[in-house]
């Protein structure tokens, strides 16, 4: 788990190494032991590590293989590295390291682009051909690690933070009115390649980018999961399934278990972390450490899942660490945890996953997480409304119990400069249309599902998890993101997910390893009460943010809204239940943050 960056040049002048130096430099906190800078013809590498394999320096990157012509520097991990090392081995390649990251430059030298179909893992990377200038840019099949972009006339940045790409200068931060409109619409959400601003793009999951020296590029998209029924499994009933997804689970806990430093779980006490101790304690581990968090109560809702949690602990033994956050940490964190999202993100536990990865980091480098099992198996309460839905209906059907707000709300929230050009063009309707409309995905749930899998998943709760425990230095795995794992739920009977609630297949195959009290307790989030309800001094933060001069010159939001939402700050909630008031502080404080990088 790292910090990666570089400069590609196409106009014939030399990388700007100040700058890739810059960019490696601010994202210290992703890789805090160890940097290193490439520079070769036109292109130009930097790198931040964090050490979970291969603690050596020969595991340090950037990585160049002078016998292969090949320079690298990679983020993630490689989970079936020691797999492909033997493969490799094999076929006649001599390793220098026992790093996964030299496992990718072999992969790469003998199946060229094809290699990302053999990696089982995270990874974002960016090889060059040191002969040829040739550039390959991948990420990972479910975007669990970012990879920014920011392209002008004769040259290409990249870096694992957007915040980097600003540090190094010369982005066009304009405001994205497309990605705007995706913001307040679809929860937030804002699909790859957009990003808020003009000047700077993402990668998108699963995607292979091979840039030439002159500055052509290609793009293939190398995964798409099948939300289909498999003829094969057409004889499984309910208890094979359960059976099918327990093993595959096992599997993939079991692979994000390699490394050279101890793992540990980030257990919130519901039944996706939950599972994921008891998987560990069945396969032998003894005393790992699980981590909690919980914060004071606010109006009227409790701030902690301690009971469960901590039946989880005692249940399998573990070194359990709860972590309770007084009102007096909360507010200091919330500007802090703005100033390390690489996008604007509205969900609370986002400051919940930051001072949780700040106290885990003193004594771990690695743990496991709960998330992505409510998008894979149908956890989320949009779902059930979609089951007997017409297949031509789902998109209808979707924004009703998704998006935040219509195409019309946005007119009245955002000042006339802000708005895109053709009134009736509804980009997030448009987008979400054209993703459950394409062939397969029979049923609108498993619409519904492919493009939360594929799309929502990435630029929400996966983004969120990578930023806040990176900012940190603490690599963050996610089993219920294997990509077979996923491939198998994906062709999952939505019935059998949906019924009798939410991720109904999961609960029933972990009746055997869990407490009843675990599985069938209401569905719980982290939850920080002091955000989802404005009061004290996160309420004065969020007035003084929206009644800023930047805010005023900046005037995004018309003043009557402003007005309305101050009158009642907790009384204007967004289709999912988020405060309204606190979606639009949060991309405005997010902006004046950034603001501040530029102006550096």
């Given amino acids: ?5 570089g400069e590609i ?7 700007d190494a100040s700058a890739v130096d810059t960019m490696t430099c601010s994202m210290t906190r992703r890789g805090p032991d160890g940097s290193g800078l490439f520079v070769k013809g036109s292109v130009a590498l930097g790198h931040r590590r964090l050490k979970i394999i291969d603690l050596s320096e020969r595991g340090a990157q950037p990585m160049v293989d002078s016998e292969l012509g090949l320079a690298m520097v990679f983020n993630g991990c490689i989970y079936n590295y020691k797999e492909l090392r033997s493969e490799l081995e094999g076929r006649g390649y001599r390793f220098f390291s026992h790093a996964d990251s030299e496992v990718i430059i072999k992969a790469f030298h003998a199946w060229g682009t094809d290699c990302v179909d053999h990696l089982i893992g995270m990874f974002a990377f960016a090889v060059v051909d040191t002969d040829s200038g040739v550039v390959t840019l991948a990420r990972d099949r479910l975007g669990i690690k970012p990879l920014y972009l920011s392209e002008t006339p004769g040259r290409l940045r990249f870096a694992s933070s957007l915040q980097a790409l600003l540090r190094a200068g010369d982005v066009d931060t304009s405001l994205d009115r497309v990605a705007l409109h995706h913001y307040f619409s679809f929860h937030a959400v804002v699909p790859a390649p957009h990003t808020i601003y003009n000047g700077v793009r993402k990668l998108p999951p699963a995607t292979v980018r091979v840039i030439h020296p002159d500055g052509r590029s290609t793009e293939r998209h190398y995964w798409e999961p099948v939300f289909a029924p498999d003829p094969s499994r057409a004889d499984w009933d309910a208890v094979r399934w359960q059976d099918e997804l327990m093993d595959s689970l096992r599997t993939s806990v079991r692979r994000r278990m390699v490394a050279d430093v101890p793992v540990g779980v980030l257990l919130s006490g519901g039944i996706d972390s939950s599972l994921v101790v008891a998987l560990l304690a069945e396969q032998g581990q003894q005393d790992l450490a699980t981590f909690s968090i919980g914060f004071d109560s606010a109006g009227g809702e409790s701030g902690d899942e301690y009971a469960y949690s901590d039946l989880i602990a005692d249940t399998f033994a573990t070194d359990h660490h709860k972590i309770h956050i007084g009102t007096d940490r909360l507010l200091p964190a919330v500007p802090d945890t703005i100033a390390a999202m690489s996008e ?10 930051y001072l949780l990865s700040q106290e885990v980091s003193k004594s771990i480098k690695v743990v496991q997480s709960g998330q992505g099992a409510d998008e894979i198996l149908g956890g989320y309460s949009w779902y059930p409304p979609l089951q007997g839905i017409a297949r031509e209906e789902t998109t209808k059907a979707y924004r009703e119990v998704f998006f935040d707000r219509s195409h019309a709300a946005i007119g009245a929230l955002l000042n006339d400069q802000y708005l895109l050009g053709d009134s009736d063009y509804d ?3 448009e987008f979400a249309l054209a993703h459950q409309s394409a062939p397969g995905a029979d049923s609108a749930v498993d619409a519904a599902l492919r493009l939360d899998t594929t799309v929502m998943l990435v630029d929400d709760p996966v983004k969120r998890v990578d930023t806040m425990t990176m900012a940190w230095g603490l690599e963050a795995r996610v089993p219920f ?11 999952c009977p939505p019935d059998l997910k949906l019924n009798p609630s939410g991720k109904g297949v999961l609960k029933e195959a972990s009746r055997k390893l869990l ?14 009460p002091g955000i989802r309800h404005l009061e004290g001094g996160v309420l004065d933060l969020v007035t003084d943010t929206l009644r800023a001069q930047s805010a005023k010159d900046r005037a995004l939001y018309r003043p009557e809204t402003l007005d309305r939402l101050f009158a009642d700050p907790n009384g204007t909630r967004t289709t999912l239940d988020s405060n309204e008031l606190w979606q639009l502080a949060v991309l405005e404080m997010w902006l004046q943050t950034m603001e501040d990088i530029t102006a550096r």
């Fill in 481 to 491: 993101l294997d990509h077979q794992f996923v491939e198998l739920a994906a062709t």
């Fill in 427 to 429: 980009p997030s309707w």
């Fill in 515 to 528: 407490p009843a009290a675990v599985i069938d307790r209401t569905k719980g989030y982290f939850p920080v």
């Fill in 9 to 15: 040049r196409f106009d014939g002048s030399a990388p």
């Fill in 1 to 5: 788990m790292c910090g990666i960056c």
């Fill in 344 to 353: 604007p993100m509205i969900s609370h536990d986002c400051v919940a996953f």
